[in-house]
């Protein structure tokens, strides 16, 4: 238990220097010894956790899928507009760390690793088991569908974040509701 503890204090202490750190440089341009300096914490301790500061974005875009997942999960059984929506609300309440996570210095290094995962849910939930016909289902139309309605609602979000444009969650799953014909959420 106290290791689980360490081990949770350690990487949040590191997303947060991260995030620090990618106020005032480029991720390309944040070194080891930089995030380790913001963080508090020792080289060696960083590289048991982490190989790249790239590896500490990934971990948080992961962290928001699973929670994205869960929140819609718990909201599914109030209808898909309703669960759309508190997702996006939870994404409100993160605009600060998201805007510096969607800034120029990020690189668009979150937006593409939330682009991978947005396609890998969609593959698992589309695919129990892989198999030869894997590769034609995925190139069927409605996979391409799901790809361009995830990729437009990513997309979305990121200008809604980054842009600071002065929508509520309900108007903008109001904006996805109307633009998306299918029933996708």
Not at 38 to 62: C, K, L, M, Q
Not at 135 to 154: C, K, N, P, Y
Not at 167 to 175: G, N
Request: net charge negative; with cysteine.
């Amino acid at each position: 238990m106290k290791s689980d503890l360490r081990v949770t204090l350690t990487r949040r202490l590191l997303k947060e220097g991260l995030l620090r750190c990618l106020r005032d440089k480029p991720l390309s341009k944040i070194t080891v010894a930089d995030l380790c300096r913001e963080s508090g914490v020792n080289r060696g301790t960083f590289y048991n956790h982490y190989a790249t500061p790239e590896d500490i974005v990934r971990d948080i875009a992961w962290e928001y899928a699973s929670n994205l997942q869960a929140i819609y999960r718990e909201n599914r059984s109030l209808g898909g507009e309703r669960a759309l929506v508190a997702c996006l609300t939870m994404i409100a309440g993160q605009r600060d760390e998201l805007k510096i996570l969607f800034s120029e210095n990020a690189e668009n290094f979150l937006a593409g690793c939330g682009l991978e995962i947005v396609h890998d849910l969609l593959r698992r939930q589309n695919s129990t088991k892989p198999d030869a016909a894997e590769v034609q289902r995925f190139a069927g139309d409605d996979f391409l569908r799901m790809i361009i309605i995830s990729s437009a609602t990513f997309g979305l979000i990121l200008i809604w974040i980054s842009q600071e444009l002065p929508k509520t969650p309900e108007e903008i799953a109001a904006l996805l509701r109307e633009t998306i014909t299918q029933d996708a959420f």
